[in-house]
């Protein structure tokens, strides 16, 4: 199988072949390829004979010459076996080789059910850390069919009254959208404006959630560019939960691959006390919006973290987040997890170093 540059006009129907496919992810869009171009990253656009695409990030090491790469959340699986699905990546993983690549990393969302997993470390491949904040997630399937009335059934009598609460308050669902459904929109409210200033209030939202949970976010930089770049791409969903003019939660969504999935949700300190059921309702908002696309899944996200990235045991800080989501009827996933291939063992070595050595004297 030969790998190769996209052309011009396969660069024109990119998404289509990476993002809209089943199984596709917006981390293989032109979005994000521009996004982390601005942090230093190299897009590399690959096709392959029988059609399939991927998007490759490269980073050179230091003065060495040479690189590492990365697939983020790539290569799109497109239903074939895991034998067949690990014997392109390979393909695309010498090609990548050649042109002086000494590591790459994939993390293409497939399901450890399927034996991709064990495909990919009988090629050559080793479990790694993962880059992204979970490896499993929480999954809610639509079929073919369903309606509101079909998934409130399967929610739990305390979800329901949640939602069902602060459905009588005076919340408003904002809806930040450029694409996707464009019915008959009760369930929304449209945005006074452009996305911008609203995006800068849920990254507060989300520093003061993860500083109660735990986690730090880093830059503001790192997210709300991207949220603007997906967002007029037609990729990213924002539901803002509003009471007059104060902002109480967020959610922020991804439209891919025949599902939409949570990427990130927060809400303010005093919101269960003041606002019960706001995540609730934004979630379930979340959910009628899948239905009415036709979407095959709601994912919505992980709870688990590393190193061990198991389900959380009862007492553990992401239980409640984990029982949350099992009351709207979503279950465990558990997926394949990211993988790299050492190429070059010695190179790879010393880049790192090399790499180490830059950011600090960078700083």
């Known amino acids: 199988m030969n790998v190769r540059d996209a052309t011009p006009e396969e660069l024109a129907a990119w998404d289509q072949r990476t993002v809209e496919v089943p199984g596709g992810h917006v981390y293989q869009s032109r979005a994000w390829a521009t996004h982390r171009a601005g942090s230093g990253w190299s897009p590399r656009f690959l096709m392959t004979d029988d059609g399939a695409a991927a998007l490759a990030l490269l980073r050179p090491w230091p003065l060495l010459g040479g690189s590492s790469a990365y697939l983020p959340r790539g290569p799109v699986p497109l239903g074939e076996p895991a034998a067949d699905a690990v014997a392109r990546l390979v393909t695309v993983t010498d090609r990548l080789a050649e042109d002086g690549v000494d590591v790459l990393a994939t993390d293409a969302e497939v399901e450890a059910a399927t034996g991709y997993g064990e495909a990919l470390r009988a090629a050559g491949f080793q479990a790694m850390p993962e880059i992204q904040p979970s490896r499993h997630r929480m999954s809610l399937p639509l079929p073919a069919g369903t309606d509101d009335d079909t998934v409130m059934h399967g929610i739990t009598k305390s979800t329901r009254q949640r939602i069902h609460g602060a459905e009588k308050t005076a919340l408003r669902i904002v809806r930040h959208d450029t694409a996707g459904w464009a019915g008959d929109d009760t369930l929304f409210a ?20 993860g500083e109660r949970r735990g986690f730090s976010l880093g830059a503001g930089g790192r997210f709300v560019p991207w949220w603007r770049l997906a967002h007029d791409a037609g990729h990213l969903v924002y539901l803002e939960a509003r009471d007059g003019d104060a902002t ?19 809400d303010t300190a005093d919101a269960r006390t003041t606002h019960p059921g706001v995540m609730h ?14 979407r095959d899944e709601m994912d919505l996200g992980g709870v688990d973290t590393g190193p061990a990235h198991q389900l959380p045991a009862a007492g553990e800080p992401l239980h409640g987040l984990y029982e949350h989501k099992r009351g709207f009827g979503a279950v465990w996933v558990e997926m394949a997890g990211a993988h790299e291939r050492v190429i070059h063992p010695a190179r790879y070595g010393l880049g790192r170093v090399l790499t180490r050595a830059a950011r600090v004297v960078g700083r």
Not at 248 to 266: D, E, K, M, P, Q
Not at 283 to 290: D, G, N, V, Y
């Open 190 to 209: 449209a945005p006074d404006g452009p996305p911008d200033a609203a995006f800068e209030t849920f990254y507060g939202l989300l520093g003061e959630t």
């Open 248 to 266: 109480i939660g967020g959610l922020i969504l991804y439209r891919h691959g025949r599902r939409l999935s949570t990427v990130h949700s927060a």
């Open 281 to 294: 309702l934004l979630r379930w908002r979340a959910i009628q919006l899948a239905i009415r696309e036709g």
